[in-house]
T-cell receptor, first 113, second 115 residues
Framework: AQSVSQHNHHVILSEAASLELGCNYSYGGTVNLFWYVQYPGQHLQLLLKYFSGDPLVKGIKGFEAEFIKSKFSFNLRKPSVQWSDTAEYFCAAHRGGADGLTFGKGTHLIIQP | EAGVTQFPSHSVIEKGQTVTLRCDPISGHDNLYWYRRVMGKEIKFLLHFVKESKQDESGMPNNRFLAERTGGTYSTLKVQPAELEDSGVYFC?????????????FGPGTRLTVL
């Protein structure tokens, strides 16, 4: 069965630190990849998505992610985090033939001022 | 443009009772999805509607769960009778076209607590 793994469940960083959140998926066929974010008290929002083409995708709020097919990875990065980036981040995959997204367990990111 | 809305935001019921959750998708979105997150676990897909038709209900846990989308607009998810393990956050999402290249937009979720 397809799965999505997020390596870190809790990450604590100081403001201005660089961020990388790991995501690996297990499906070998056609797959589209997403990062969603849930800020405290808000609903899930799309940060960025990869369908095809340039494996380095840029999203909102300075986030980017790199699709590395050989590693089945889609890690999320941001060069300098802000306190307002405190949130829970979800990696998700959508494979061909499936209707629903498969999510990772989420990563709680806390940015200390 | 209004986003996906869900009602209620919270529901606390006792084991054995019935609860109905509602989702209003983004206007014009034919595709509607239900997901659930049980505490400590990942968000899991429950089912997918295209208009009023169920396309995939492979994620529905058991026959205590009934989803409907009469008229192809809003959807309801009924849990009857509720069990303790049904507690969690129920998310609804909608998308315009469906399919692999479409983006699903999520609602705020309904937090269900079964005592």
């Amino acid at each position: 069965a397809q799965s999505v793994s997020q390596h870190n469940h809790h990450v604590i960083l100081s403001e201005a630190a660089s961020l990388e959140l790991g995501c690996n998926y297990s499906y070998g066929g056609t797959v589209n990849l997403f990062w969603y974010v849930q800020y405290p008290g808000q609903h899930l929002q799309l940060l960025l998505k990869y369908f095809s083409g340039d494996p380095l995708v840029k999203g909102i709020k300075g986030f980017e992610a790199e699709f590395i097919k050989s590693k089945f990875s889609f890690n999320l990065r941001k060069p300098s985090v802000q306190w307002s980036d405190t949130a829970e981040y979800f990696c998700a995959a959508h494979r061909g033939g499936a209707d629903g997204l498969t999510f990772g367990k989420g990563t709680h990111l806390i940015i200390q001022p | 443009e209004a986003g996906v809305t869900q009602f209620p935001s919270h529901s606390v019921i006792e084991k054995g009772q019935t609860v109905t959750l509602r989702c209003d998708p983004i206007s014009g979105h034919d595709n509607l999805y239900w997901y659930r997150r049980v505490m400590g676990k990942e968000i899991k897909f429950l089912l997918h509607f295209v208009k009023e038709s169920k396309q995939d209900e492979s994620g529905m846990p058991n026959n205590r769960f009934l989803a409907e989308r009469t008229g192809g607009t809003y959807s309801t998810l009924k849990v009857q009778p509720a069990e303790l393990e049904d507690s969690g956050v129920y998310f609804c999402a909608s998308s315009l076209r469906g399919g692999l290249t479409d983006t699903q937009y999520f609602g705020p979720g309904t937090r269900l607590t079964v005592l």
